[in-house]
């Protein structure tokens, strides 16, 4: 397994200089103390404990997996004692409000410090990174009382939260769940059902978990307008808010899966638990959004994470594995072979996996101050960008995780039969990297969601917010020398408009051409959007050389990265237009029965 190292100087350009974080966060009340040096002081604290504490355990974690039994569930070792560690330094409370005992620290640096320590160890991240989703949920629509007794323990990692959504019969589709939740006498409610792929669901690392569960109550309508929402926790709380009685919810056992295996994915029974409503009666499933859309640009991340960590990993055994003479003459001519790195094709591999991992950091860093903003911009400033967020949300989470799958392969390809076998590490990141495409909405949910209620659902409108930013940075950068990348830009931001009336148009004649149509939009929608992002880059590093300003071969390895991505990786829309303009007709045509083995 390669031993993480944080990208400390992409981490900064990104956050200091591309997205001029401590700008925005001067003029964002609650946010004046996030400075740059603050900032930078944070992520350099949080890379030596993804490095330090929280590395050395990813594959070993792997290997060992978690351990079921009747009385619960034990983490891979060590994963316990990096778990302390983590609440001794406070991080579990590094973006929280102050007011329930957080730093009050911008969500850009959580998302920083959860792409580093996820990358280090995505298993590990697993369990308190649902907590956040349950923090944000709590606070935005528990009541005083669900708020003081829940938030500050869950803040300070204490406590761990779960979501509990799926059911054996349903997955993405909530409408048909059956858990029920039977009112009693003094205000609570019995819940009763069985949720399945629940992470982190049961551990030993907290002395209470507290579950965000969905079920219905006995005169709900049918479907998703009859959900509602509920606080379950593990140990009944006192009112003293010390930890009570075990409440009857248990982890019936632990899913045997492909990756991830350090992270337990559990089965839990409800048999009349104790819950308590959370926001109104068969509102559950839009209580349960603001939990979902944290937890879904939490799993961009991870697609994020494991393109870096397989790019860590070929990049290193690029420049050291021996093979071969360059095509163009020996470039080692004192040993037996060229490194593999001298190779045009190992360099297609490799800037592949950089121009994914480097794009989608500027990307998701923008989303994450986006949330910012939303949390304490002005009523138009946080409109604009809640406008945003509901565009790129699932763009973000299926894109990224969708390129950082292909990264990970990638990885394996790199170290050739090397990469099959387990003691590289390079086959595991790709079994952990494979479920980011599965949770939180899989990628064709996320395209749906796009297309149909995003793009179609709004009339075109928040797809008309993103590409006026796009035009607005064509029209201010339009310089001869950057024309190589606003130019293109500025045409395939006309053509995704086009795209997607198009498609609209035929949707209204035909549902279905909706849906045919949906994946490939996502990913044309990605490779756009990360051009966007990537001539960004571009331009700020033509700047920064024309200045000499710092690090000049920093500069001059983002400008021909952003070259590659624009002739290599973004031509790949072609396809992708072709294929959903093709229709749906070569989908549904066949009748059912003629699908034979």
Not at 125 to 150: C, F, N, R
Request: aromatic share 8%; with cysteine.
């Amino acid at each position: 397994m390669p031993a993480y190292k944080a990208p400390l100087r992409d981490i900064s350009f990104v956050m200091n200089e591309l997205l001029e974080s401590e700008k925005l966060y001067q003029t964002l009340p609650g946010y004046e103390e996030a400075t740059a040096d603050l900032m930078n002081a944070i992520v350099e604290e949080g890379a030596k404990f993804a490095e330090n504490v929280l590395s050395p355990l990813n594959q070993s974690g792997d290997e060992e997996g978690c351990h079921w039994t009747p009385e619960g569930v034990t983490t891979p070792k060590g994963f316990a004692d990096a778990y302390h560690q983590y609440v001794a330094n406070g991080w579990p409370a590094l973006s929280a409000p102050l007011e329930v005992g957080g730093q009050g620290m911008p969500n850009l640096l959580g998302i920083i410090i959860n792409e580093m320590a996820g990358t280090a160890n995505w298993s590990w991240l697993m369990y308190p990174g649902l907590s956040h989703g349950a923090v944000k949920t709590i606070e935005e629509h528990g009541d005083p009382g669900q708020k003081e007794k829940y938030l500050s323990k869950l803040v300070e990692g204490a406590w761990t939260g779960t979501m509990c959504l799926t059911e054996a019969h349903c997955g993405s589709d909530l409408g048909l769940l059956r858990t029920k939740a039977e009112p009693q006498a003094d205000g609570s409610y019995a819940i009763s059902g069985t949720k399945i792929f629940i992470s982190a669901g049961e551990h030993d690392m907290a002395e209470n978990i507290v579950h965000i569960v969905l079920a219905r109550l006995p005169d709900a309508p049918k479907g998703t307008k009859g959900i509602s929402l509920f606080i379950v926790p593990k140990f009944k709380v006192n009112e003293d808010g010390s930890i009570g009685e075990r409440n009857a919810v248990n982890c019936a056992s632990i899913e045997k899966k492909m990756g991830i295996k350090g992270s337990a994915t559990c089965v839990m029974n409800f048999d009349d638990a104790t819950g308590y409503l959370i926001g109104p009666p068969n509102k559950g499933l839009n209580c349960m959004f603001t939990f979902m859309n944290t937890a879904r640009i939490g799993t961009a991340i991870q697609g994020l994470a494991h393109g870096q960590l397989a790019y860590t990993g070929a990049l290193s055994y690029a420049r050291e594995r021996l093979a071969m003479r360059s095509l163009t003459g020996p470039k080692n001519p004192d040993g037996p072979a060229d490194p593999i790195i001298v190779h045009p094709n190992v360099r297609r591999m490799l800037l592949t996996q950089k121009a994914f991992v480097e794009g989608s950091r500027a990307f998701l860093y923008f989303l994450a101050q986006l949330g910012d903003i939303v949390d304490a911009g002005n009523e138009e400033q946080a409109k604009a960008a809640d406008d945003l967020m509901a565009l790129l949300t699932p763009i973000g989470k299926a894109f990224v995780t969708e390129t950082g799958y292909e990264a990970a392969n990638i990885g394996v390809q790199v170290y050739g039969g090397h990469g099959f076998i387990r003691e590289w590490g390079m086959e595991q990141i790709v079994r952990d990297a494979r479920i980011s495409m599965l949770y939180e909405g899989t990628t064709g949910i996320q395209a749906l969601d796009l297309l149909g209620r995003k793009v179609i659902g709004s009339g075109g409108k928040l797809l008309l917010g993103f590409t006026a930013l796009i035009e607005e940075f064509c029209a201010a950068n339009d310089a001869p020398e950057d024309a190589e990348f606003v130019n293109v830009l500025k045409a395939y931001k006309d053509e995704w408009l086009g795209l997607s009336m198009k498609i609209g148009e035929n949707a209204m004649q035909n549902p279905d051409e909706a849906g045919a149509a949906a994946v490939d939009y996502l990913m044309y929608s990605g490779y756009v959007t990360l051009a966007y992002f990537w001539a960004r880059m571009a331009v700020l590093a033509r700047h920064k050389i024309a200045e000499a300003d710092g690090d000049v071969s920093f500069y001059e390895a983002k400008l021909m990265t952003a070259r590659f991505y624009f002739d290599r990786l973004l031509p790949r829309t072609l396809s992708h237009k072709d294929t959903m303009l093709s229709g749906a007709d070569n989908l549904m045509e066949m009748p059912v029965g003629l699908f034979e083995f």
